[in-house]
């Protein structure tokens, strides 16, 4: 995962559940991440099935933790 420019810098993932893993991947647009969803995430390179949730709006971020 560290050689694909496009995935953040971590946290990455390992899930419970339906998907296997969690990925955040920074694009300008659609278009730029259509393009490295059909050139990294196939099943050439391992992957079997992709799902793809993108954003509508942030509403809060922050990385404090309320101590």
Same mark, same amino acid.
């Given at each position: 995962?560290? +050689?694909?420019?496009?995935? $953040?810098?971590?946290? /990455? /993932?390992?899930?419970?559940?339906?998907?296997? !893993?969690?990925?955040?991947? @920074? @694009?300008?647009?659609?278009?730029? /991440? #259509?393009? *490295? +969803?059909? %050139?990294?995430? %196939? #099943? #050439?390179?391992?992957?079997q %099935?992709?799902? %793809?949730?993108?954003? $509508?709006?942030?509403?809060?971020?922050? *990385? !404090?933790?309320p101590?």
């Amino acid at each position: 995962m560290g +050689q694909w420019v496009l995935i $953040s810098e971590g946290p /990455y /993932y390992i899930m419970l559940g339906e998907s296997d !893993a969690l990925l955040r991947v @920074v @694009v300008s647009d659609l278009e730029d /991440y #259509r393009r *490295f +969803q059909s %050139t990294h995430l %196939t #099943r #050439r390179n391992g992957i079997q %099935t992709v799902k %793809t949730d993108v954003p $509508s709006e942030t509403i809060k971020q922050t *990385f !404090a933790l309320p101590l």
